[in-house]
T-cell receptor
Framework: GESVGLHLPTLSVQEGDNSIINCAYSNSASDYFIWYKQESGKGPQFIIDIRSNMDKRQGQRVTVLLNKTVKHLSLQIAATQPGDSAVYFCAESSSGGYNKLIFGAGTRLAVHP | GAVVSQHPSWVICKSGTSVKIECRSLDFQATTMFWYRQFPKQSLMLMATSNEGSKATYEQGVEKDKFLINHASLTLSTLTVTSAHPEDSSFYIC????????????FGQGTRLTVV
């Protein structure tokens, strides 16, 4: 289903620490998941994706974990930098959805020096 | 990577007027594009699926007569907000997938609409 966030939760971290952003998705039929980063006034920027036949995928400084049993997705950012400050959204899609993405509520990441 | 461009980046219009927003895929053809709306401090809400050469598919609760979508070519989809009201003020974003498989969807930079 669709997710609407009235207030974005905020995760505050110190520069250099690791960040973990969580997301609960709603559709058990979803088989493709993406994490996006959105800076103020801009469109979403792709970070990393994962398919349902995997439970972990790593990129540069980022790792996505997928737990299908509890319909939970997480994004781990290593050595968080001030430039990582943004709002992060998870998005889900199902086969045949042709990239029709349903977005989660979002989390604001604030990185402090 | 593939580029999706929106125009304009921002627009201010008077209540009752109509506003057209363009979404272009610059280096690939997109038979399908998606339109999202985002209110401040909220998530992206899917409004409709734009299909080249056929009618758009609207999500539940989205007025098709108010948000007109035209996908006349493989590289251009337009969203027209008709008879705009202040409550239509929002950030409108389009996306275009490069192929039929579920892969990275490319987003435009968004259009900030303010209705006064």
């Amino acid at each position: 289903g669709e997710s609407v966030g009235l207030h974005l939760p905020t995760l505050s971290v110190q520069e250099g620490d690791n960040s973990i952003i969580n997301c609960a998705y709603s559709n058990s039929a979803s088989d493709y998941f993406i994490w996006y980063k959105q800076e103020s006034g801009k469109g979403p920027q792709f970070i990393i994706d994962i398919r349902s036949n995997m439970d972990k995928r790593q990129g540069q400084r980022v790792t996505v974990l997928l737990n299908k049993t509890v319909k939970h997705l997480s994004l781990q950012i290593a050595a968080t930098q001030p430039g990582d400050s943004a709002v992060y959204f998870c998005a889900e899609s199902s086969s045949g959805g042709y990239n029709k993405l349903i977005f989660g509520a979002g989390t604001r990441l604030a990185v402090h020096p | 990577g593939a580029v999706v461009s929106q125009h304009p980046s921002w627009v201010i219009c008077k209540s009752g007027t109509s506003v057209k927003i363009e979404c272009r895929s610059l280096d690939f053809q997109a038979t399908t594009m998606f339109w999202y709306r985002q209110f401040p401090k909220q998530s992206l809400m899917l409004m409709a699926t734009s299909n080249e050469g056929s009618k758009a598919t609207y999500e539940q609760g989205v007025e098709k007569d108010k948000f007109l979508i035209n996908h006349a070519s493989l590289t251009l989809s337009t969203l027209t907000v008709t008879s705009a009201h202040p409550e239509d003020s929002s950030f409108y974003i389009c996306s275009a997938p490069q192929d039929r498989e579920n892969t990275e969807a490319f987003f435009g930079q968004g259009t900030r609409l303010t209705v006064v």
